[in-house]
């Protein structure tokens, strides 16, 4: 480590080494869009009766061009399905699409803001996957609070509520994220 030349000082001798900063271990920016783009195939092939090659389509196109459009696409499809599905109680697939579908988001609003040629500490996704981890937390919570009194078991309500709330729901986490992902998108690209 070189320490500052005061007058009247000798200089620093020249078998002296800088000390660099210590680096964590880093992964191309592109392993973060391939993932976004093998969760998204996931979601299609476990929500969807769909051929495998529109699945691999999915997976190419989010891992290739994470543009928010066409993942609020993906995630209105899977919801809008969802939606559909006949009315039963609650199952685990509906809480693992919920949280695969915001990972996806998050993964490709991190994809997105990133140079496409840069390297990622691993020390630095600590923060938006601890976000990700506190919301769903809440996201899985209200989940259960909502839909299972309302999904006919133990006297619910059943088919009252379950669309009701559903529609509700969608609007809720489309403006909570327009909300969230907003500052990103007015910001230009690098």
């Known amino acids: 480590m070189r320490l500052p ?20 271990p880093a992964v191309p920016v592109g392993v973060l869009s391939a993932v976004a783009g093998l969760l998204a195939a996931g979601l299609v092939g476990a929500s969807l009766p769909v051929p495998w090659l529109l699945t691999v389509v999915v997976a190419v196109l989010v891992a290739l061009w994470p543009a928010p ?10 919801a ?12 685990p697939r509906f809480f693992a699409l919920l949280a695969g579908v915001h990972l996806l ?7 997105r803001t990133l140079p496409r040629g840069a390297r990622v500490q691993l020390a630095a996704l600590g923060w938006p996957l601890g976000r990700y981890g506190l919301v769903q937390v809440g996201a899985q919570l209200l ?3 909502v839909l299972v009194p309302a999904s006919g078991q133990d006297g619910g309500l059943g088919g009252v509520v379950v669309p009701f709330a559903g529609v509700v729901g ?7 994220a327009l909300a969230l992902i907003g500052p990103l998108l007015r910001r230009p690209p690098r």
């Open 5 to 24: 030349r005061w007058r009247g000082s000798a200089p620093a001798p020249a078998t002296a080494v800088p000390e660099w900063p210590r680096v964590g």
């Open 69 to 78: 459009a066409l993942v609020v696409g993906l995630v209105l499809v899977l």
């Open 80 to 91: 809008a399905l969802q939606a559909l599905q006949p009315l039963a109680p609650v199952q």
């Open 105 to 111: 988001v998050v993964l490709t609003a991190l994809v």
């Open 143 to 145: 989940a259960v609070a």
């Open 170 to 176: 969608a609007v809720v986490l489309l403006v909570a």
